[in-house]
């Protein structure tokens, strides 16, 4: 690297070896047999902060798919005031890092009320019961959150779940991230706001999305299911804003068209992504690291440090003293 040349980030390393990092997920297989088994049969609440609560709502979605009855907290709510499950429930506890304060709570609380608790975090994480990747060093975490998304698709696999397509996964995630095509341009951050939209379990995939890019780029953003975008949030659209819509193929791809038709029609720009060759629920592996990709070349394109959480800005420093 010359003195001229801006330093990679960590960001980008990580993401270079996400396709890499899936496949040695697939090939462990046999502690994703045993937690299956503790959740059988059980009514399931997955958990999560940030991220991971984007995580745990599609882990939610992929356990219903294997028949289960599975739905999602954020993890300071399910610490708070509940719910909780108890006897005869599980918990499943998305945490990168096993150190988000919340989501310890709740954890310690199920497991007094007598429920099965399962933790999914980084390698070298206490407590954890499935393992994702080493601790990622830029503080938007990418591979660490499609990690947790395969171990959530591995369980429901195993419970049941139609998932045909699982090992196409990593090979997914390299094409979208790596494939640029005649022309291709990074997807341009707007004036004012990006909008990311999905329809059903993409619906998190838009949450990760607006997510994403307001950590790593600090583009003004915000990430909604297609429906609730259409009560309110679509008319605040104009064209110093950018539609980024995702689309999985399904029951929900002819409303994702027809939205993106109408916002393109009032003069916004509009950004479609579909991926529909693994089926919808798999979608979100794409998806995911489309929205990933959009996030980070936006933090490049801007010139903003993507690994900092804002840290190097002035008077940014007092978010660092409030407890995660």
Known sequence: MSATEPAVSAMR???????????????????????????????????GT???????SQAAVLLRAAGLDASAAQSADAAVDGPLPGAGGALLAFTHTGAKRYTAQAAQRARVNGAEVVQVSGVGVDGADLTTVEQERSSAYTASHLGALLRAAQLARVLGADLAGLSEVPAAVDHVYR?????????????????????????WTAAEGAL?????????SEGLSVEQFLHGPSVALGDNDRLVCLDGGGAWSARIAEVAQAATDCGVLVTRVAHDGLGELLSIFPLTVAVQRIALEAAETLGVNPDSFGLDLPGHQAWDRVQL
């Open 13 to 47: 390393q990580t993401m270079d070896g996400q396709a890499e990092a899936l496949a040695g997920i697939l090939g462990d297989e046999e502690p994703v047999m045993a937690v299956a088994e503790r959740l059988r049969g059980r009514r399931v609440l997955a958990i």
């Open 50 to 56: 940030g991220t991971s609560w984007h995580a745990a």
């Open 212 to 220: 994403k890019i307001r950590e790593a780029a600090y583009v003004a």
């Open 179 to 203: 494939t640029t095509g005649d022309g291709y341009q990074p997807t341009a951050p707007p004036s004012r706001l990006m909008e990311f939209i999905g329809g059903g379990i993409n619906q």
